[in-house]
Nanobody
Framework: QVQLVESGGGLVQPGGSLRLSCAAS????????MGWYRQAPGKQRELVAT???????NCAESAKGRFTIARGNAENTVYLQMNSRKPEETAVYYC????????WGQGTQVTVSS
């Protein structure tokens, strides 16, 4: 079992920056991939970025060059640094972890607005 807790959401102005954190607990040494997804109102959940246990990263085209996913010094944390935010990126951001199945956090609201 894996439990995930996201933090760092909130209001950010267009063009601003925000960093999300995800802390995992439980069977963390068995996690193969962790990542971030987002879901805007009325839309499907979509990939933002992922990072494997080996450090390989994958990022959505819309986020490349602006978003960075990284692991913290502790193996159980993952960060998403988001720069140059756009209003259309307002959504609930979810952390996920893969270990035999996909586990999800409760989500954190990010609002990009002036």
């Amino acid at each position: 079992q894996v439990q995930l807790v996201e933090s760092g959401g909130g209001l950010v102005q267009p063009g601003g920056s925000l960093r999300l954190s995800c802390a995992a607990s439980g069977s963390i040494f068995s996690i193969t991939v962790m990542g971030w997804y987002r879901q805007a109102p009325g839309k499907q959940r979509e990939l933002v970025a992922t990072i494997s246990s080996g450090g390989n990263t994958n990022c959505a085209e819309s986020a490349k060059g602006r978003f960075t996913i990284a692991r913290g010094n502790a193996e159980n944390t993952v960060y998403l640094q988001m720069n140059s935010r756009k209003p259309e990126e307002t959504a609930v951001y979810y952390c996920d972890a893969v270990f035999l199945k996909t586990y999800w956090g409760q989500g954190t609201q990010v609002t990009v607005s002036s």
